[in-house]
C-alpha cells in the first residue's frame, strides 16, 4: 500500500485509518497529462493509463492482491494526493481563452488608470479579455468539483473492493449542517467604505453576518473607530491587498516588502483572514502572510482577470494556512460582465454546491451594489439565501468560524465504541458521525449507522454529467 494516497483519502472525509487500501500500479510516466478520473472528472498529472499529450483515458484501477490481513487492495494508476494538489494549486495548463491573458505590462498600465477611467471603458476592456472563458472546458463552467469528486469516486471504490456496508466518517460541518454558506464584502473605494454601516444594517435583516475585507495601504483613509465598529456588531473584518493596485503578486521583492506591511495591519486590526486584489495569487508564497486563512483562490476562474481555478467547493490547507475558496461568481461579474441582473446564476451555483455539500462563498462589493438595481438582486439574494437556511439548515457562517471549524475537524478522529462509532477531540460536541454506502449506483450519506441508530437526514450525492451544468 502508498501511505501517501490513504492518508489522502482519510483526511478528506475524516475516516478512520485502515479503511482506505490503496496501492499504485508501478513507476509512473514523467509527463504529466489530462486524463480522466470515472465518468465526467477530469484530472492533471501522471497516470501510467494515459498513452500521450491530451490523453482522456479513464484511468486504470482494479484490484491488487491483500494485505497480510486478507483485505483487498485497490490498484491506482494515479496518486490522488498529486492529482489534487495539481488542481486546487492550479499546476495544470491553464487555459486563456479567447481573449488571452494581458501580460504584465499591460495590467500594470490598466492598475494605474483604472481610477481615472469611465466605467464603460473599463467594462469594454474586461469584456475583450474574457470573451470566450465560459466556453473553455477545463475548469468546468459554472461549478467544478473535480477534486471532490475524486475522493467521492475513491470512497466508492473502497466500498466495493472492500465489499463493505458503509464507511463511518466525519461528517463536513457542524451538527449536520448539509452545506455552508459564506458572504464577504470586498471594500474598494471610500465610497464602498462609507456604505459599510447601511451594508451591514441589511445583512442583519435576513439573519446573515458577513466579512469586510478592507484595504489598508493608503487607498482610503480607515480608523480604528471603523474597524471597531464593524466588529462590535457581530461582523468581521479581514485586510484586502495592501494597496489594490493589482501589483502584489507581480514581483517576488515587492511582495516580500509589501507582506511585511500587510502583516503589521493584520495584528494591528487583529484581522485573521486575508483576500488579495482582484484575486490575483501565487498559493506558494502565502507563506509570508501571517494568516489563519485565505480566501483568494476561486473554484472557477473564468470570469476573473486570472484564469484558473482550484476545482473544489470545500477548504483546504496550504501548509498551516487554510484556503476557503470562492465558489460563487462575483457580483462585478455578474452585472458588468455577464449584465446579468438576476440571481438566476447564483441559484443554480448554490444547488450544485449544496448538492456536493459544499461551501457557497459569495463576494459582494459594497461599491457595485450602490444603485437601486443592483440593491434590489442582493436583497433578493439575501431572501434566497435565508429561506435556503430555513428550508435545509445550511451553515450561514463567518470565514472565522469556517477557519476554526475545518481546523477543529481536522484534528479530530474516529475511534470504535461498542458496536459503533464516536468522534474525539476538541469540537467533537458539535460534529457528527456519517456513514457512507451505495445505493443505486451513487454514493449516498446518511446518519443512520447500518445496524441501527435513528436517521436524522439522508444526503444524495447526484453525479455531474453534463460538463460544468448540474441538476438543480
Known amino acids: 500500500m502508498n501511505p501517501s494516497i490513504n492518508t489522502a483519502v482519510e483526511e478528506h472525509f475524516r475516516i478512520p485509518e485502515g479503511f482506505s487500501r490503496f496501492g499504485l500500479t508501478g513507476e509512473f510516466p514523467a509527463q504529466q497529462l489530462y486524463f480522466e478520473i470515472g465518468e465526467g472528472v477530469w484530472g492533471f498529472g501522471r497516470n501510467r493509463a494515459s498513452s500521450g499529450p ?5 484511468l486504470n484501477e482494479g484490484p491488487g492482491g491483500s494485505d497480510q490481513n486478507g483485505r483487498q487492495i485497490c490498484r491506482l494508476a494515479f496518486d490522488p494526493r498529486e492529482i489534487a494538489d495539481n488542481l486546487r494549486l492550479e499546476r495544470y495548463p491553464v487555459p486563456q481563452g479567447n481573449g488571452g491573458n494581458p501580460s504584465g505590462l499591460v495590467r500594470s498600465a490598466y492598475y494605474t488608470l483604472r481610477p481615472l477611467l469611465p466605467v464603460p471603458v473599463r467594462k469594454y476592456a474586461q469584456r475583450r479579455v474574457l470573451r470566450g472563458r465560459q466556453s473553455i472546458s477545463r475548469p468546468s463552467w459554472p ?30 460541518w457542524p451538527k449536520a449542517r448539509p452545506c455552508c454558506i459564506l458572504m464577504t464584502h470586498d471594500v474598494e473605494t471610500e465610497a464602498g467604505l462609507r456604505s459599510c454601516d447601511r451594508l451591514m444594517d441589511l445583512d442583519d435583516s435576513f439573519a446573515v453576518k458577513s466579512s469586510f475585507q478592507i484595504v489598508p495601504g493608503g487607498r482610503y483613509r480607515v480608523d480604528q473607530s471603523t474597524i471597531e465598529m464593524i466588529r462590535s456588531r457581530g ?134 451594489i450602490d444603485t437601486p438595481k443592483a440593491n434590489k438582486v442582493y436583497t433578493h439574494l439575501l431572501e434566497h439565501l435565508r429561506q435556503v437556511s430555513s428550508d435545509s439548515g445550511a451553515w450561514i457562517a463567518l470565514p472565522q468560524e469556517v477557519d476554526r471549524w475545518w481546523r477543529k475537524r481536522s484534528r479530530m478522529r474516529l475511534v470504535q465504541h461498542g458496536k459503533g462509532w464516536k468522534i474525539e477531540g476538541e469540537g467533537s460536541d458539535e460534529a457528527c458521525v456519517a456513514y457512507a454506502r451505495m445505493e443505486g449506483g451513487r454514493l449516498v450519506y446518511s446518519f443512520t449507522s447500518p445496524h441501527g441508530a ?14 460544468g451544468e448540474f441538476l438543480a
Open 235 to 368: 461582523f468581521e473584518v479581514n485586510i484586502h491587498d495592501w494597496n489594490h493596485d493589482g501589483r502584489l503578486f507581480h514581483n517576488h521583492r515587492v511582495f516580500q516588502e509589501r507582506a511585511v506591511k500587510i502583516n503589521e495591519y493584520a495584528a494591528r486590526w487583529q484581522a485573521r483572514g486575508f483576500r488579495s486584489a482582484v484575486l490575483y495569487r501565487k498559493p506558494e508564497w502565502f507563506s509570508a502572510l501571517h494568516f489563519s486563512y485565505d480566501m483568494s483562490i476561486p473554484s472557477v476562474g473564468h470570469l476573473d482577470p486570472q484564469p484558473g481555478g482550484c476545482c473544489t467547493v470545500l477548504p483546504w490547507f496550504i501548509g498551516d494556512m487554510l484556503e476557503i475558496p470562492v465558489t460563487m461568481v462575483q457580483d462585478y461579474s455578474l452585472f458588468h460582465i455577464l449584465n446579468d441582473y438576476s440571481i438566476n446564476l447564483w441559484k443554480r451555483q448554490l444547488a450544485g454546491i449544496m448538492d456536493g455539500n459544499g461551501l457557497a462563498s459569495f463576494i459582494v462589493h459594497p461599491d457595485y
Open 54 to 58: 491530451g490523453s482522456h483515458e479513464i
Open 143 to 172: 461549478l467544478d468539483r473535480s477534486v471532490d469528486r475524486m475522493f467521492e469516486h475513491l470512497l466508492e471504490l473502497v466500498l466495493s473492493t472492500q465489499r463493505l456496508e458503509s464507511i463511518p466518517f466525519i461528517w463536513f
Open 454 to 467: 435513528e436517521l436524522e437526514t439522508k444526503m444524495n450525492m447526484r453525479s455531474d454529467k453534463t460538463g
